[in-house]
């Protein structure tokens, strides 16, 4: 306030000098007012100049802000949230409960009865060479045989369809079928060719001379 009375005087105080009339100065011919009234009426105009600046001032000064007029708020638009899916937790999935094997001992095994031992082959000699149903001549027999064969005789031999009374005459003895003439020598069968004889096992035939 201070500054602004001063401001008005030294207008006031200027104007003066210069015979400018002020703002409030009424055009009254000078002859009719006396200088002292101007002065008083010119220190008037100014005080009421300044009240009403003052009371302006404080008027401002005491409005309270809820009186004052809002401001426009320009509303935001807003922004639509973006929804997010989170996927939910997957629930933990039970197994089947496994009851705990039963492990069942098989029984002992019953040992094999052990196999024979096999003996290892053994060779010996060659089994001699046996003589089967053939009938040899007294010339396919072994040299030893052949001289036991050329030393036997027949006289003579009768047949018969009765193996009974079937006989030879064999060095000089009368013999029938299954006799023994001398050591390994035997008339195995009397026929009307001649007499087969078995001589250790091989067979042959002499007939009569």
């Not at 009719?32 to 005080?47: K, V």
């Not at 600046?53 to 008027?59: E, K, P, S, V, Y």
């Not at 426009?72 to 929804?83: C, F, I, S």
Request: some cysteine.
């Amino acid at each position: 306030m201070s500054y602004i009375l001063d401001a008005l005087l030294k207008a006031d105080l200027e104007r003066q000098r210069r015979g400018v009339p002020g703002l409030h100065t009424l055009p009254v011919p000078s002859e009719l007012q006396p200088a002292g009234r101007q002065r008083h009426l010119l220190w008037a105009g100014g005080l009421g100049v300044v009240a009403v600046c003052a009371a302006l001032a404080a008027g401002r000064a005491c409005t309270p802000a809820a009186l004052r007029p809002a401001e426009p708020v320009h509303a935001k638009p807003a922004v639509p949230e973006l929804a997010v899916a989170v996927p939910p937790e997957p629930e933990p999935v039970l197994g089947p409960v496994l009851a705990p094997a039963l492990v069942l001992a098989a029984p002992p095994k019953q040992m094999a009865d052990p196999l024979p031992a096999i003996e290892p082959r053994r060779e010996g000699p060659a089994p001699e060479r046996r003589p089967g149903a053939r009938l040899y001549d007294i010339a396919e027999l072994p040299p030893a045989l052949q001289q036991e064969a050329r030393r036997i005789t027949v006289a003579g031999f009768a047949q018969s369809d009765d193996a009974t009374e079937r006989m030879a005459v064999i060095d000089d003895r009368a013999r029938r079928e299954g006799e023994e003439v001398r050591g390994g020598l035997r008339v195995e069968r009397i026929s009307g060719d001649g007499v087969v004889f078995n001589f250790r096992g091989y067979r042959f035939r002499k007939g009569a001379p």
